[in-house]
């Protein structure tokens, strides 16, 4: 895992030196966009519906990962780490969070049991050095939730319209497997006109794809809301 994670961050550290790409946290939130104050532990409560929620992480040296989350109701969460380490826990997280963490099943990236809240996710990332992380969430209706839950937790076959799909991601392809199934599978609602490598870059093009609203959280446990307010467009 931390080989892994040594990499990924030279990685990008090479291309943000080599190509001057914007780094976190939220660099192209657009200024235009209405901000409210909260905490951490209230994201659960801001929709009583089911919702769309793609996460985007920083390292502080760029951009660090991407993820998916699809709330189908109260009761009822599907979260996929593609490529990702949610899961993989040493002695210290099992400690402060109990037994079920050890529990916890992982297929095909799919967390298939205990899959996390949006709080203890985003504590998860402070672990592996991440400094912020952006979550975009789109409402959905019961057709649009259960027609990506089908997707995500069963795949698709080559004769699908949209072709073959399934979650299990290369290592290094987080971004590249989520900007796929979104552009594959949740249109007309987000319509993206490519694939994305570099977790900033999805960032940059979902904030044009009017989420209902963004989340921007930092290590010092506060949380910014921000809604679209006048133009959508985002910073270069």
Known sequence: MYRHKIFILLLILYSELLFGCAVGPSPYLPETWKQSIGHLHTVETIANRPRLQVFIAYS?????????????????????????????????????????????????????NHPPDVETF?????????????????????????????????GTADDHPAGSFSTWTVPMFCTMATSDFLRRFANPMIQLPERYFFPH????????????????????????????????????
């Open 201 to 236: 870059n999805l960032a940059q093009a979902l904030y044009t794809q009017s989420p209902s609203r963004v989340h921007v959280f930092t290590e010092d446990g506060k949380k910014s809301v921000y809604t679209p307010h006048g133009p959508t467009s985002v910073r270069k």
């Open 60 to 112: 502080g040296v760029g951009s660090s990962h991407s993820a998916l989350r699809l709330v189908t109701n109260q009761e009822s969460v599907i979260f996929w780490d593609p490529a990702g380490d949610y899961g993989r826990f040493d002695d210290d997280w099992h400690a402060q969070h109990g037994l079920h963490s050890q529990d916890l099943q992982r297929e095909n990236d799919l967390i298939l």
């Open 122 to 154: 985003v504590r998860w990332r402070w672990t592996l050095d991440d400094t912020s992380v952006e979550l975009f969430e789109w409402d959905l209706s019961k057709l649009q939730s259960k027609r990506l839950e089908e997707v995500l937790l069963h």
